[in-house]
C-alpha cells in the first residue's frame, strides 16, 4: 500500500508533516516566522512558509538576531516563531538567556535537531549538541516539547500560546525532518 506520494504506508507512518506543524502555528496566532535557513527544515516547513500568505517570513543572517526582532514584534502585538537549527541554539545562548529568560520575553524556539537519531530521546543521542540542548534550556527553566510525528503536533500551539500568555520562552524541539504534504 502506497500513499499519495508514492512512498510506502508503513515508511511514512509517524511522518511529521510540515503542514501540520505550520496548520498548528497559524492555530497559535503566529504571524511571523523568523529563520536562519537550515537543512533539518528546510524543505518540509521553511520552502512552504516562504511560500505562504499568511505567514511573514523574516530572513536573520544570524540566530541571535531572531531573538530581537521576536522580543520587538512582540511589543507590536505580533506573535513570532524563530526557526534555527540546534547549532545556531548554542550559537545564541547568550541571547537566549538575557533576552528570553532575564528579561522575560516571549519567544517561541522552534529548534531543528539535525542528525538526531530515530526513536532515541536527544539526551541519547551520539552527537553531543543533540545531547545537550535539552539540559541547557532545563538550566533556564525553559519549557521544552519533543516534535517527532503528526501525533505531537497538538502540543505546539497551546505551548505557544502560553508563552505569550506567561510572557517567557519555550523551546519546541523538532526532532525529524517534517516532510512535505
Not at 521553511?46 to 530572513?59: F, G, Q, V
Amino acid at each position: 500500500m502506497a500513499t499519495a506520494t508514492g512512498a510506502p504506508a508503513k515508511d511514512r507512518a509517524g511522518a511529521l508533516n510540515g503542514s501540520t506543524v505550520i496548520s498548528a502555528i497559524k492555530a497559535a496566532g503566529v504571524s511571523h516566522v523568523l529563520a536562519v535557513p537550515d537543512l533539518h527544515t528546510c524543505d518540509g516547513l521553511l520552502t512552504p512558509i516562504a511560500a505562504d500568505p499568511d505567514l511573514t517570513l523574516i530572513r536573520a543572517c544570524k540566530e541571535d538576531e531572531c531573538l530581537g526582532i521576536a522580543a520587538g514584534l512582540s511589543y507590536g502585538n505580533k506573535r513570532a516563531v524563530i526557526l534555527i537549527q540546534y547549532t545556531g541554539m548554542l550559537y545564541a545562548m547568550n541571547a537566549i538567556r538575557a533576552v528570553a529568560v532575564s528579561y522575560k520575553q516571549p519567544i517561541v524556539l522552534m529548534v531543528g535537531l539535525l542528525g538526531k537519531e530515530e526513536g532515541l530521546a536527544p539526551q541519547k543521542s551520539k552527537r553531543l549538541g543533540i545531547r545537550v540542548i535539552e539540559p541547557m534550556l532545563d538550566l533556564m527553566g525553559v519549557p521544552h516539547h519533543l516534535i517527532e510525528t503528526d501525533d505531537d503536533a497538538p502540543m505546539i500551539a497551546p505551548a505557544i500560546k502560553q508563552t505569550y500568555e506567561q510572557s517567557f520562552p519555550v523551546g519546541l524541539l523538532i526532532g525529524r525532518s517534517p516532510t512535505r504534504s
